[in-house]
T-cell receptor, first 110, second 115 residues
Framework: QKEVEQNSGPLSVPEGAIASLNCTYS??????FFWYRQYSGKSPELIMS????GDKEDGRFTAQLNKASQYVSLLIRDSQPSDSATYLC??????????FGTGTRLTIIP | GAVVSQHPSRVICKSGTSVKIECRSL??????MFWYRQFPKKSLMLMAT?????????EQGVEKDKFLINHASLTLSTLTVTSAHPEDSSFYIC???????????FGPGTRLTVT
């Protein structure tokens, strides 16, 4: 059973601080990793994809991948209240489907 | 970025009727489309995967005769909930993937309420 695990939270972070979201996965051969943001009552929105070890930065977002330790993380710098949402980690385990974690609920406190 | 539309955004129907939901990729060709459902405060649950021109592959426990999926073209997939019952009330979301990177782009979702 291929799994993706996230801490469900809630994770509370003061406005302007760095929010750190973590995700672990069960299969070493995984190649594609994604972070989605889902606001309450809305559908998920792709915010980052990462395929190789190391960091990938896009604006205030940085995805970090460590395949040896089987984890992927998302850092949000200068957190804003509009970043308050549920963040879903998704992994492709070699077929066309994505396996999603249960999501981490993030709250940015003004 | 890739845009996926879904219609209708909200539908209320009576028990026993059928409802069709459309999912369209607007600016790319979607070789694969996915249908999910999500209950309040719960995780996404994949219902089925569909490839253009072939039969959908349903996840375990999903009734293929109740949830009819058609993927007639590279830009359109439809989900028909047949003989809907109140327990089918949920948020149905489609996604589309057109690239080897396996990125999925989600439609805005359809909120189905069966009375």
């Amino acid at each position: 059973q291929k799994e993706v695990e996230q801490n469900s939270g809630p994770l509370s972070v003061p406005e302007g601080a760095i929010a750190s979201l973590n995700c672990t996965y069960s299969d070493r051969v995984s190649q594609s990793f994604f972070w989605y943001r889902q606001y309450s009552g809305k559908s998920p929105e792709l915010i980052m994809s990462i395929y190789s070890n190391g960091d990938k930065e896009d604006g205030r977002f940085t995805a970090q991948l460590n395949k040896a330790s089987q984890y992927v993380s998302l850092l949000i710098r200068d957190s804003q209240p509009s970043d308050s949402a549920t963040y879903l980690c998704a992994v492709n385990f070699g077929n066309e489907k994505l396996t999603f974690g249960t999501g981490t609920r993030l709250t940015i406190i003004p | 970025g890739a845009v996926v539309s879904q219609h209708p955004s909200r539908v209320i129907c009576k028990s026993g009727t059928s409802v069709k939901i459309e999912c369209r990729s607007l600016d790319f060709q979607a070789t694969t489309m996915f249908w999910y459902r999500q209950f309040p405060k719960k995780s996404l649950m994949l219902m089925a995967t569909s490839n253009e021109g072939s039969k959908a592959t349903y996840e375990q426990g999903v009734e293929k005769d109740k949830f009819l999926i058609n993927h007639a073209s590279l830009t359109l997939s439809t989900l028909t909930v047949t003989s809907a019952h109140p327990e089918d009330s949920s948020f149905y979301i489609c996604s589309a993937s057109g690239r080897a990177t396996y990125e999925q782009y989600f439609g805005p979702g359809t909120r189905l309420t069966v009375t």
